[in-house]
Antibody
Framework: EVQLVESGGGLVKPGGSLRLSCAVS????????MSWVRQAPGKGLEWVGR??????????DYAAPVKGRFTISRDDSKNTLYLQMSSLKTEDTAVYYC?????????????WGQGTLVTVSS | DIQMTQSPSSLSASVGDRVTITCRAS??????LNWYQQKPEKAPKLLIY???SLQSGVPSRFSGSGSGTDFTLTISSLQPEDFATYYC?????????FGQGTKVEIK
């Protein structure tokens, strides 16, 4: 059974930093492309960024609102995905979902974690 | 960035109704279009990928169609468990943008 379990959310002040983790099981993590998607309270879904598998280069892409502030990384030995967030703004308040990317270029999110809430407030 | 526009933003329907949700892309995206269902306080769930391919385990009353800029998600006979918010998402280019969502409510 595929499982993605996020952790690390919480309350942080504007300008602060936070690192989210996503522990995965049930598939070969090292071969998978992974993404983070967020959802502000009462709002729609917003793609945050993606990391390719190391065999595909391990490169990352980010949405414009987080580029330069957020960093996605992975530890294949621990089957864990990370989202390092810095210079946080109130508009970063959201539930953050870890997702598995499938379909090659069709790039759809076939498995999602339960989400972890990040609240940026003074 | 490619903008995705869903219509309607919300709709009321009864159990057994045929429901259609439309998604329009701001530029041509071939069939690089996916649909998700989200229930309150839950993570989204993939329903349809590549515009018309049904994800494993998803009931056959869900179907998708379209290509280019106009796409449709159809629920052939609405069931009580289908009341939720539905999102389209384009995978043609980065950033991978979502529509604003369509909330399907009980009439």
């Amino acid at each position: 059974e595929v499982q993605l379990v996020e952790s690390g959310g919480g309350l942080v002040k504007p300008g602060g930093s936070l690192r989210l983790s996503c522990a995965v099981s049930g598939f070969t993590f090292s071969n998978a492309w992974m993404s983070w998607v967020r959802q502000a309270p009462g709002k729609g879904l917003e793609w945050v960024g993606r990391i390719k598998s190391k065999t595909d280069g391990g490169t990352t892409d980010y949405a414009a609102p987080v580029k330069g502030r957020f960093t996605i990384s992975r530890d294949d030995s621990k089957n864990t995905l990370y989202l390092q967030m810095s210079s946080l703004k109130t508009e970063d308040t959201a539930v953050y979902y870890c997702t598995k990317v499938s379909g090659g270029y069709y790039h759809y999110f076939d498995y999602w974690g339960q989400g972890t809430l990040v609240t940026v407030s003074s | 960035d490619i903008q995705m526009t869903q219509s309607p933003s919300s709709l009321s329907a009864s159990v057994g109704d045929r429901v259609t949700i439309t998604c329009r892309a701001s530029q041509r995206i071939s069939n690089y279009l996916n649909w998700y269902q989200q229930k309150p306080e839950k993570a989204p769930k993939l329903l349809i990928y590549s515009a018309s391919s049904l994800q494993s385990g998803v009931p056959s009353r869900f179907s998708g169609s379209g290509s280019g800029t106009d796409f449709t998600l159809t629920i052939s006979s609405l069931q009580p468990e289908d009341f939720a918010t539905y999102y389209c998402q384009q995978s043609y280019s980065t950033p991978r943008t979502f529509g604003q969502g369509t909330k399907v409510e009980i009439k």
